[in-house]
């Protein structure tokens, strides 16, 4: 697998640093995508040495900076001829958080490092994609999305920006879980778009996992205290890192695209029914995701905010 090249995101902690042992252990060529240099070098030469594989990179990358994604990619592009995987892993949410923190490109910061981010560097990145014989990436979801079977639960569109800040209290919560929302709307979005070039792009919707010591770290303290509690019985990264390695490599998926996947490796599948016995098997259950990420209106606001803050950034250059 030395010539297959993959890019993780977030990959310092966590169940990023779990996939890059994981993929760099079976022999990829794997590039960790990391915003903090300092953190992450320690844990380059730890995958290095546990690994045997010296083909890890090391490169800067803030998922919620344009300015930083567009640096990345150039980079990428210099070094690299293509790119095999991309997984998305990196995710913002600070737990505790009461006021509202935009991007550089004023964007709400959930909605920037959780979706739009994410959206902009695979548009940079598709040519690389498609230079590959298997292109696939992965779109890290949650299973905070189920919120959205509540029929009274959408994305706030009125305020990505913050435009309400002074009349609206801040969740961030409810961000975090808008974001990944807007994060399987655009999966779906983007297979559409690049199906015809040969670049499968789905989702994993991941559950409980142990939380590294480092996310810990910035929450708040009682935030801190229900962290270190679920860590008591939460499985480990490497189980979802396992997964993030089969539903990028195996056959199994080969064809899959615009489908949300969950811990289980099974596909879920958009909810018949919202209602009675249904819901609550929906809400329970691990095989159904809300209907809400396949209204067109949902998807055209969604993909349409997303084109429109890519063209606004593109035209500076």
Known sequence: MKDSIVVITGANSGIGKAAAHKFAAEGYRVVMACRNLAISKPVQQEIMSISGNQTVDLLELDVSSFDSIRAFCAVFKATYSKLDILIHNAAYLSHGETEYRLSSEHVELSFATNAYGPLYMIELLVEWLARSDDARVLNACTTNIKNFFDPKRSIEFDNLRGEHRS?????????????????????????????????????IQINRVKLSKETIAKMKSYWKALAWAQNLTNPHPSGMADNYYHICTSDVFQDATGQLINHKCEIVQPSVSEQGLDQLKNIFGSSHYPRYAIDHANVEK????????????????
């Open 302 to 317: 969604v993909w349409g905010m997303g084109q429109a803050l890519i063209a606004a950034h593109s035209s500076r250059y």
């Open 167 to 203: 009349t609206r209290r801040y969740s961030s919560y409810k961000m975090y879980g808008d974001s990944k929302m807007a994060f399987l709307i655009l999966t779906i979005k983007m297979a559409e778009q690049w199906r015809e070039r040969g670049i499968k792009v789905n989702a």
